[in-house]
């Protein structure tokens, strides 16, 4: 399969607690991008990671990519009660054809 | 704004029904896509156009229809729906090919088929 598959497929934290999602997945990818969805909306781009980088930090997000091992980490530092939504990882392939493929996601709520 | 704007949010229709589910983008985007969402499945793409006129299935195309006249808008078609359709549905649209760019999504139409 292509699909990336998230770890955990939920997590509960308290507020001011850091967050941490993975993703792993099986083939060979062009970039790798995280994507947050609020409770029945739509999807918001949040980071894109390419193969040859390591690391990307965006506000309070910070992602790594380790592609010996094919997997990415989301971090969410300093949780909020805003930041409860499910957290996608999408996989972007060489062929630029190739939709973005999605996993099914981690459940993230954070506690007040 | 920026936006990928779907219409409508919320339908509730009957087996055999025709519906269209319009979506449209202000940002000038090439790569436009739908994409269906239900529980324990994640998105799966329907169908995707690359350009005016130029459509393609994606994972789940069966019982869908698209089309796209014009750079700003691709409507989802569905000619029978059935309730296997019932779904939460995402229309997206990305500068430059879908496997390498930012996908812009809209709010989502929820949709049931008695």
């Known amino acids: 399969s292509q699909q990336g598959e998230e770890d955990p497929q939920a997590l509960s934290i308290q507020e001011g607690e850091n967050a941490t999602m993975n993703c792993s997945y099986k083939t060979s990818i062009n970039n790798l991008q995280w994507y947050r969805q609020n409770s029945g909306r739509g999807l918001v781009h949040l980071i894109l990671?390419?193969?040859?980088?390591r690391e990307k930090h965006s506000g309070r997000l910070r992602v790594t990519l380790d592609t010996s091992k094919k997997s990415s980490s989301l971090l969410i530092t300093a949780s909020r009660a805003a930041d409860t939504a499910s957290y996608f990882c999408a996989l972007g392939f060489n062929s630029g054809n190739t939709p973005l493929v999605f996993g099914k996601g981690t459940r993230l709520s954070v506690i007040a | 704004e920026a936006q990928v704007t779907q219409n409508p949010r919320y339908l509730i229709t009957v087996t055999g029904k025709k519906l269209t589910v319009t979506c449209s983008q202000n940002?000038?985007?090439?790569?436009m896509s739908w994409y269906r969402q239900d529980p324990g499945l994640g998105l799966r793409q329907i169908y995707y156009s690359m350009n005016v006129e130029v459509t393609d299935k994606g994972d789940v195309p069966e019982g869908y229809k698209v089309s796209r006249k014009e750079k700003r808008n691709f409507p989802l078609i569905l000619e029978s729906p059935s309730p296997n359709q019932t779904s939460l549905y995402f229309c997206a649209s990305s500068q430059g090919l879908a496997g390498v760019a930012i996908q812009y999504f809209g709010a989502g139409t929820r949709l049931s088929v008695l």
């Open positions: 990671i390419r193969s040859n980088e």
């Open positions: 940002m000038n985007h090439e790569y």
